[in-house]
């Protein structure tokens, strides 16, 4: 298997399982999905906002384009809102790796 071939597989693996993530969250109360627990970032919605922003911050270093200043959890209030980022996050690393 070529490089690029392995690096598509890769991104296309890793975007499954953050999907069946989602999946599984939809099942959440937003009290659930907000609630602030004793792990790494704090409450799902924070956790899932860090893994989209370091998405977007690896994508914007292989275009070797300036960091942007970090986004903060608080501009994605909601899961929805959140869920547009991490779907047009998706788009643009796979149409990289592609």
Do not use: C
């Amino acid at each position: 298997m070529q490089s690029v071939q392995m690096f598509q597989k890769m991104f296309e693996y890793h975007y499954a399982l953050f999907d069946r993530v989602w999946r599984s969250m939809e099942s959440l109360s937003e009290e659930q999905y907000h609630q602030d627990l004793p792990y790494s970032r704090g409450s799902l919605h924070n956790q899932l906002f860090h893994v989209i922003a370091t998405d977007r911050a690896w994508l914007r270093g292989l275009h070797e384009l300036p960091r942007k200043p970090r986004l903060d959890p608080s501009a994605t209030p909601d899961r929805d809102t959140l869920r547009n980022l991490y779907d047009q996050v998706q788009s643009d690393v796979l149409a990289f790796v592609d």
